[in-house]
Antibody, heavy 120, light 107 residues
Framework: EVQLVESGGGLVKPGGSLRLSCAAS????????MNWVRQAPGKGLEWVSS????????YHAESVKGRFTISRDNAKNSQYLQMNSLRVEDTAVYYC?????????????WGRGTLVTVSS | DIQMTQSPSTLSASVGDRVTITCRAS??????LAWYQQKPGKAPKLLIY???ALEIGVPSRFSGSGSGTEFTLTIISLQPDDFATYYC?????????FGQGTKLEIK
């Protein structure tokens, strides 16, 4: 089955760290650019980070630049989001999403999401 | 960053109606625009990409149009399953910004 499964979310105090994982299956993971998108409770979608097939290109939203790092391991069919210096405003459901084409950064496959709560 | 603005924020309609949602970009994005549908507690679902290309499996009552800075998503003959929140997203350049969403409610 073609799917993405996120894990690693949870409750963390402000200033803390968390590492999210996304396991892919059912498609050639190394052939796709990958992304993280988040959604704060009751709010809209916010693009967070993107990484190209071979990790040659990495992009982060200004809101997380310097604090979050996206990475991937094609041998493990997985991507990751290392989140440091977490803030209350980082509280959100974090979705792993596949970019549909090499040159088309629209997202055709999404995971169910993992909830990150930053609170003291 | 390119800003994406959707209108209206909320739309009330009835089953069988035809509705249109507008998305405006703060600068030209050519045809690099996608539309998603999201239901409560679920991940977004891709409906349309490159402004007017229908994703496989999406019903033909959904259509997209536009280029440059102004785009529309049209749903003809609304079905009960269509009541959800819709987002546009520019996929022209990073950061791949989303609109704020349009909630389509049952009248």
């Amino acid at each position: 089955e073609v799917q993405l499964v996120e894990s690693g979310g949870g409750l963390v105090k402000p200033g803390g760290s968390l590492r999210l994982s996304c396991a892919a299956s059912g498609f050639p993971f190394s052939s796709y650019n990958m992304n993280w998108v988040r959604q704060a409770p009751g709010k809209g979608l916010e693009w967070v980070s993107s990484i190209s097939e071979t990790s040659s290109y990495i992009y982060h939203a200004e809101s997380v630049k310097g604090r979050f790092t996206i990475s991937r391991d094609n041998a493990k069919n997985s991507q990751y989001l290392q989140m440091n210096s977490l803030r209350v405003e980082d509280t959100a459901v974090y979705y792993c999403a596949r970019a549909a084409e090499r040159t088309g950064w629209y997202f055709d496959l999404w995971g169910r999401g993992t909830l990150v709560t930053v609170s003291s | 960053d390119i800003q994406m603005t959707q209108s209206p924020s909320t739309l009330s309609a009835s089953v069988g109606d035809r509705v249109t949602i507008t998305c405006r970009a703060s600068q030209s994005i050519s045809f690099w625009l996608a539309w998603y549908q999201q239901k409560p507690g679920k991940a977004p679902k891709l409906l349309i990409y490159k402004a007017s290309a229908l994703e496989i499996g999406v019903p033909s009552r959904f259509s997209g149009s536009g280029s440059g800075t102004e785009f529309t998503l049209t749903i003809i003959s609304l079905q009960p399953d269509d009541f959800a929140t819709y987002y546009c997203q520019q996929h022209y350049t990073y950061s791949y910004t989303f609109g704020q969403g349009t909630k389509l409610e049952i009248k």
